[in-house]
């Protein structure tokens, strides 16, 4: 069975440009968390997603955002990028997304950095 | 606020040595607990798991442990090898319906030869 898969693996953009970041889930995960890790600090949660519908989101402003399509994959997007956005973005799945039960599987990460 | 700290950021053992990693979490409400691994360019690995019905729980070289008195979450690693050397981040559950874990900060762990 093939991991969790990111796109692209590194970016780098400049001040107040937008990305778009790409997440395949493993077959058969319908949830899809984002995590942003910096160096320094812990991995600090984005969103969840599952089922098209976001069913969390973390403490980031609203330039922030995803999204998740019906077979399960996701995007996140930052607009207006900033230096602090530069960082490690991490996806993860899981089969349901019960935090009481199940353990996150994730992908290598997309690497963005901002100048 | 909301956080699962970590004691020592960084831990330099001596090859075949034993490795305890420690981490303390704050929601006594949180009943499922995990172990990542992160080497340098790669994703967070899966470990091992515990739930709060649990105070141990082994798997190859490596053990948990649970101490909920205290919300103390331990991951020790038997005879430490090269490979070994990562970060390693404890992960915190969040209570039901919120669909996301509370990560540490991480534990640079050395294996000296």
């Known amino acids: 069975k093939a991991g969790v898969t990111q796109t692209p693996r590194y970016l780098i953009k400049t001040r107040g440009q937008q990305v778009t970041l790409s997440c395949s889930p493993i077959?058969?995960?319908?949830?899809v968390s984002w995590y942003q890790q910096t160096p320094g600090q812990g991995l600090q949660f984005l969103f969840e997603?599952?089922?098209?519908?976001?069913?969390n989101k973390g403490n980031f402003p609203g330039r922030f955002s995803g999204r998740q399509f019906s077979n399960s994959r996701s995007e996140m997007n930052v607009s207006t990028l900033e230096l602090g956005d530069s960082a490690l973005y991490l996806c993860?799945?899981?089969?349901?997304?019960?935090?009481?039960?199940?353990?996150?599987?994730f992908g290598s990460g997309t690497q963005l950095s901002v100048l | 606020g909301e956080s699962v700290g970590l004691h020592l950021p960084t831990l330099s053992v001596q090859e075949g040595d034993n490795s305890i990693i420690n981490c303390a979490y704050s929601?006594?409400?949180?009943?499922?607990f995990i172990w990542y691994k992160q080497e340098s360019g790669k994703g967070p690995q899966f470990i091992i798991d515990?739930?709060?019905?649990?105070d141990k729980r082994q798997g190859q070289r490596v053990t948990v442990l649970l101490n909920k008195t205290v919300k103390h979450l331990s991951l020790q690693i038997a005879a430490t090898q090269p490979g070994d050397s990562a970060v390693y981040f404890c992960?915190?559950?969040?209570?039901?319906?919120?669909?996301?874990?509370?990560f540490g900060t991480g534990t640079r762990l050395k294996v000296l030869a």
């Open positions: 997603y599952f089922s098209e519908t976001q069913r």
């Open positions: 077959s058969g995960h319908r949830s």
């Open positions: 992960a915190e559950g969040a209570p039901s319906g919120t669909y996301k874990y509370i």
């Open positions: 993860a799945s899981s089969p349901t997304g019960r935090t009481g039960s199940e353990k996150l599987f």
């Open positions: 929601n006594s409400a949180s009943d499922y």
């Open positions: 515990i739930r709060s019905n649990m």
